[in-house]
């Protein structure tokens, strides 16, 4: 389960800097940095991904992931089982996939001696009026369904 403070964080912060891991059918490993990431609960994750990608295309063929969060004292990996939740967000203009992951553990990653000081830093960077729309829209197909 994720810790209370955490899924707090993620959902205050709107967008919410992570790593996923995901594997195609033959077992190699992709790993890309996301944003779109809203914890539906403590168990329950969703996020989304541009439906053409490289993650999206491997989650269809095997429907496991991990997804990595950095936060104030933490470092946590959340492995689960995923499934895709909308198949593409009509409100935006080029495919975007929402899916969820169940998770099925969670592990720590710190090791004795370090601390994590906070989110990976992260800024829109181009037209911020339209990237903080293209988020709420976004955001918004997450917390439905």
């Known amino acids: 389960m994720l810790p209370a403070d955490l899924v707090e964080l993620m959902r205050s912060m709107g967008v919410f800097p992570a790593v996923l891991g995901t594997a195609n059918k033959d077992g190699e490993v992709h790993m890309t940095f996301i944003t779109w990431v809203y914890p539906i609960s403590e168990k329950v994750l969703r996020f989304a991904l541009s439906s053409g990608s490289k993650s999206a295309k491997n989650l269809q063929e095997r429907a496991t992931a991990c997804l990595m969060f950095f936060s104030l004292g ?64 976004v955001i918004e197909a997450m917390k439905g369904q």
């Open 74 to 137: 933490k470092a946590l990996a959340c492995y689960g089982d995923v499934r895709m939740v909308i198949e593409r967000i009509e409100d935006i203009k080029f495919p975007v996939s929402v899916f969820e992951m169940q998770i099925n553990r969670v592990e720590d990653n710190l090791f004795p001696g370090a601390t994590v000081l906070g989110t990976i830093p992260f800024a829109h960077t181009g037209n911020l009026e339209k990237m903080v729309e293209l988020d709420g829209l």
